[in-house]
């Protein structure tokens, strides 16, 4: 399926802050906005003439940093590369071993870790020993690996500057809402137990908030010099503490930034009511995404999310009572599937009625609860860490072919958007002929295409 998000490396761009502030000179070359390929993105980064490169990598672009640092490792003068991310945060030891090019893993929030990693590496070339007194890495020493431990969470977000936006070519990102598009955080951690979910390996369990003052200056800072006019936060439960939300909310309307943008949150629905729904949409929120996982009793209780069908659609219901667009997640493959499963899944998808669905494949990414019990029973189907795509690819396997998950999940997303509701709806929204739905009925339109199986594998 064409690529309709592009966003920005957040952790990048508040990593380059971090150091700038510390006073170094930074770039950031983002090479999956700019397109570029491994060869070009080395290219790019040595005509900086860095001192340290770092990389950022999630589990299914890990092989790719890597080959980026192999071609920066070959390329001449010799400089160290770091590599952070969620994956190197689970698996450091494993990420040295098949990464040879990269000389040290951030483990955890790499904000603190960073200034006194940098210091020890303007002293002189890699220091194996002073490594070893910063927390949050792993490298190499005499053959071994050395590991300080995951990085405390920073307890003090807002003792951290506001991520370098002006290094990111900001212009290449887009979203099917809004050609003029960012991400951001306002928190960071989880207290939930999702079984999929790799954030509080990250990101602790323990939820600390910005101040809303602080959120909603960054977002007009972003719309006044970069012209963003639609934001998407990337806190894994938007609504975790309500005051929070509603102080946010209050300050967004005072400062008018509903005039200037929208913007869009993921949460949970047990976590929202009808109130809370308006009040965010009167501050600007156009849609909220939630999870449905799955219709079955046993499947929810393997994902432990926690929630039940009462919950899930009330949420919809008071989020269509007030006028906000909706988003639902839905996860297949999960252990002892059976068609009677999907089947209610679908039901409860079609009760809840959101206006898009997305259909993940239960995927055991490095550092979620999933992974440990999966490799514990053998249903590790590779780890071939380009595969683990959640919308795309096969990895887990407890026993039902992948060619019958994959037509599964081929016939549950013809089920849901070929009913005549959507149909009608992808064709008001083409025939309205207004520039600022045409992005909507393209999103629906690319749902189509995934159930004819164009898309999505």
Same mark, same amino acid.
């Given at each position: ?14 990593l380059a802050a971090v ?8 770039? @950031? ?18 005509a900086l003439e860095p001192?340290?490169? %770092?990389?950022?990598?999630? !589990? ?14 070959? %390329?001449?003068?010799?400089?160290? @590369? ?46 194996? !020993? ?58 960071? %951690? &989880? ?5 999929? &979910? ?41 609504? !975790? ?22 913007? @869009?949150?993921? !949460? ?16 600007? &929120? ?112 407890? %026993? ?43 999103? @629906? ?13």
């Open positions: 399926m064409a690529q309709t998000s592009v966003g920005p490396p957040l952790g990048l761009a508040y150091a700038r502030q510390a006073g170094h000179e930074v770039a @950031i070359v983002d090479a999956n906005a700019l397109g570029l390929s491994v060869t070009e993105s080395a290219r790019r980064v040595r001192t340290v490169v %770092g990389l950022t990598a999630t !589990t299914p672009t890990l092989d790719l940093a890597g080959a980026i640092a192999a071609a920066l490792g070959s %390329g001449g003068r010799r400089v160290p @590369i770091l590599l952070g991310g969620p994956h190197g945060t689970a698996l450091a030891a494993r990420t040295l071993a098949e990464q040879p090019a990269v000389d040290v893993v951030a483990r955890g929030e790499g904000e603190a870790t960073l200034p006194p990693l940098l210091a020890r590496l303007d002293a002189g070339p890699l220091d194996p !020993t002073a490594l070893a007194e910063v927390p949050g890495l792993a490298f190499r020493r005499d053959g071994e690996v050395v590991d300080t431990g995951i990085a405390p969470p920073i307890a003090d977000l807002d003792a951290l500057p506001e991520p370098a936006r002006d290094l990111l070519p900001n212009r290449r990102y887009r979203c099917p809402d809004s050609e003029r598009f960012t991400t951001l955080l306002a928190m960071r %951690g &989880c207290p939930f137990r999702c079984v999929y &979910c790799a954030v509080p390996g990250l990101f602790g369990r323990q939820v600390r908030c910005r101040d809303p003052r602080a959120v909603v200056a960054e977002m007009l800072g972003a719309h006044a010099r970069f012209g963003v006019e639609f934001f998407s936060f990337l806190d894994d439960t938007f609504t !975790t503490r309500r005051a929070w939300v509603e102080a946010f909310c209050d300050e967004a309307r005072r400062a008018d930034l509903p005039g200037r943008a929208r913007w @869009i949150c993921l !949460t949970r629905a047990d976590l929202l009511d009808r109130g809370l729904l308006a009040g965010m949409k009167a501050a600007g &929120c156009v849609r909220v995404e939630l999870g449905v996982e799955s219709g079955s009793a046993s499947g929810r209780a393997f994902l432990d999310k926690g929630l039940d069908e009462g919950q899930i659609l009330e949420a919809f219901r008071h989020a269509r009572e007030v006028g906000l667009s909706t988003m639902g997640f839905a996860i297949l493959n999960l252990p002892g599937e059976t068609e009677a499963d999907i089947a209610a899944t679908l039901d409860l998808l079609v009760r809840a009625d959101p206006d898009f669905l997305q259909v993940s494949l239960l995927t055991p990414y490095p550092g979620t609860p999933l992974r440990a019990v999966a490799e514990q029973r053998g249903w590790i189907a590779t780890d071939d860490w380009s595969r683990y795509s959640f919308l795309n690819d096969v990895v887990l396997d407890h %026993g039902i072919p992948a060619a019958t998950v994959r037509a599964r999940h081929r016939a549950f997303l013809r089920r849901f958007y070929l009913r005549p509701r959507t149909a009608w709806k992808l064709g008001r929204l083409v025939l309205s002929g207004s520039s600022r739905l045409r992005p909507l009925a393209r999103t @629906i339109a690319l749902g189509l295409a995934g159930a004819w199986g164009r898309g999505g594998e």
